[in-house]
C-alpha cells in the first residue's frame, strides 16, 4: 500500500447522533488495517472523557475561523445551526504520504462537499432500527441535556432524509453484525479497486457489503423511515 503514488480511498460515515456510530467506527479502526481516522476540529466543548486530538481537536471559535480563513478545511460545517465542526485537509495529504486510507465521521452536509470534491469517496449512512431506539440510545448515554437531545432528535429527522444520498446504508439493530458488515464495505471497495478477478472468499465479501448498497436496501428502510416521519406527541418527545 505505501507507495508514493498511492491514492487513498475516503470513506465517509454518517449517522444521527446516537445511532451508535462511534462504537461502529472504533471496532471498524481495530480490525482493518491501512485505515487511518480523520480527526476533526470543533468548537463544540468536550463530552464526558473525551480529549483533545483524540475524538475532536477542541478549539476556540476565532481559531476556527482563521483555519477557514487559510482554506485549511477540505469541509465544515456547522452542525445543529450551532458548533463548528471541520475535516482539515492535511489529513488526506498524510494518508497519501502514508499509503493509507482515511475515514470521515462527519454530518450529511459535510458528506456533500466530500461527494462534490472527491466523487470517488465511498459514502455509509448509519441507521438506528427506529426512533424510539434511537432516543433510548441518546438518554442512556447521559451525556445532554434534555433539550439537547430533543435538538438531536429533530436534527435526526432532517439528517435521515438524506439517506439516498449514499452508496451504502447500514440498519446498526445488532452490532455484531453491523460491525462485520461495515468491514465488509471498506474491504469490499478495496477489492474491487484492484481490478483483478476475486477468490470465492473474496467474492462473499463483496456480496455481503452488496446486500447494502443503496439500491438493495428497498423496503427493509421504509419501516424506519416512517417512524422518524411520524408528527411528535402532543406535549414534546
Ligand atoms: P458530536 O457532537 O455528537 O460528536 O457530533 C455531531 C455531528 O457532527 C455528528 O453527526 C458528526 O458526524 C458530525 N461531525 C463530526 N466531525 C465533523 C466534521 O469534521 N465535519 C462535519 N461536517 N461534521 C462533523
Same mark, same amino acid.
Given at each position: 500500500?505505501?507507495?508514493?503514488?498511492?491514492?487513498?480511498?475516503?470513506?465517509?460515515?454518517?449517522?444521527?447522533?446516537?445511532?451508535?456510530?462511534?462504537?461502529?467506527?472504533?471496532?471498524?479502526?481495530?480490525?482493518?488495517?491501512?485505515?487511518?481516522?480523520?480527526?476533526?476540529?470543533?468548537?463544540?466543548?468536550?463530552?464526558?472523557?473525551?480529549?483533545?486530538?483524540?475524538?475532536?481537536?477542541?478549539?476556540?471559535?476565532?481559531?476556527?475561523?482563521?483555519?477557514?480563513?487559510?482554506?485549511?478545511?477540505?469541509?465544515?460545517?456547522?452542525?445543529?445551526?450551532?458548533?463548528?465542526?471541520?475535516?482539515?485537509?492535511?489529513?488526506?495529504?498524510?494518508?497519501?504520504?502514508?499509503?493509507?486510507?482515511?475515514?470521515?465521521?462527519?454530518?450529511?452536509?459535510?458528506?456533500?462537499?466530500?461527494?462534490?470534491?472527491?466523487?470517488?469517496?465511498? $459514502? !455509509?449512512? =448509519? @441507521?438506528?432500527?427506529?426512533?424510539?431506539?434511537?432516543?433510548?440510545?441518546?438518554?442512556? +448515554?447521559?451525556?445532554? #441535556? &434534555?433539550?439537547?437531545?430533543?435538538?438531536?432528535?429533530?436534527?435526526?429527522?432532517?439528517?435521515?432524509?438524506?439517506?439516498?444520498?449514499?452508496?451504502?446504508?447500514?440498519?446498526?439493530?445488532?452490532?455484531?453484525? $453491523? !460491525?462485520? =458488515? @461495515?468491514?465488509?464495505?471498506?474491504?469490499?471497495?478495496?477489492?474491487?479497486?484492484?481490478? +483483478?478477478?476475486?477468490? #470465492? &472468499?473474496?467474492?462473499?465479501?463483496?456480496?455481503?457489503?452488496?446486500?447494502?448498497?443503496?439500491?438493495?436496501?428497498?423496503?427493509?428502510?421504509?419501516?424506519?423511515?416512517?417512524?422518524?416521519?411520524?408528527?411528535?406527541?402532543?406535549?414534546?418527545?
Amino acid at each position: 500500500m505505501s507507495s508514493p503514488t498511492h491514492k487513498p480511498l475516503v470513506y465517509i460515515i454518517s449517522a444521527p447522533s446516537g445511532s451508535g456510530k462511534s462504537t461502529l467506527v472504533n471496532e471498524l479502526l481495530k480490525s482493518v488495517s491501512d485505515l487511518e481516522f480523520s480527526i476533526s476540529y470543533t468548537t463544540r466543548p468536550p463530552r464526558g472523557s473525551e480529549t483533545n486530538g483524540r475524538q475532536y481537536y477542541f478549539v476556540a471559535r476565532p481559531e476556527f475561523e482563521k483555519m477557514i480563513r487559510d482554506d485549511q478545511f477540505l469541509e465544515y460545517a456547522q452542525v445543529f445551526e450551532k458548533d463548528y465542526y471541520g475535516t482539515a485537509r492535511r489529513f488526506l495529504r498524510e494518508a497519501e504520504q502514508n499509503g493509507r486510507d482515511l475515514l470521515l465521521d462527519i454530518d450529511v452536509q459535510g458528506a456533500a462537499q466530500i461527494q462534490q470534491k472527491l466523487p470517488d469517496a465511498t $459514502s !455509509i449512512f =448509519i @441507521l438506528p432500527p427506529n426512533r424510539k431506539t434511537l432516543e433510548e440510545r441518546l438518554r442512556k +448515554r447521559s451525556e445532554d #441535556s &434534555d433539550e439537547v437531545i430533543q435538538r438531536r432528535l429533530m436534527a435526526a429527522r432532517r439528517e435521515i432524509e438524506n439517506y439516498d444520498r449514499y452508496n451504502y446504508i447500514l440498519i446498526n439493530d445488532h452490532l455484531e453484525d $453491523s !460491525i462485520e =458488515i @461495515l468491514q465488509a464495505i471498506v474491504r469490499s471497495e478495496r477489492l474491487l479497486r484492484t481490478g +483483478r478477478p476475486l477468490s #470465492s &472468499d473474496e467474492s462473499k465479501i463483496v456480496n455481503l457489503a452488496d446486500c447494502c448498497r443503496l439500491a438493495n436496501v428497498g423496503e427493509r428502510l421504509k419501516p424506519i423511515l416512517d417512524s422518524f416521519r411520524r408528527p411528535d406527541p402532543p406535549g414534546g418527545i
